[in-house]
């Protein structure tokens, strides 16, 4: 999601779709890394 907003923004140059890239790269760095979890829920969902 976050490439997509920025290849949104590099062509549009519009503010909005830069503060919410920002936006979504913030949330990003406060997420801690789960992806050894995330993985493996998708093998084996919980049901």
């Not at 503060?19 to 995330?38: A, I, S, V, Y």
């Amino acid at each position: 999601m976050i490439e997509f907003t920025w290849k949104v923004f590099e062509e549009t140059g519009s503010i909005d779709t830069y503060l919410l890239f920002k936006e979504l790269e913030k949330d990003r760095q406060d997420e801690p890394l789960n992806t050894d979890h995330e993985f493996s829920e998708l093998d084996f969902p919980i049901s």
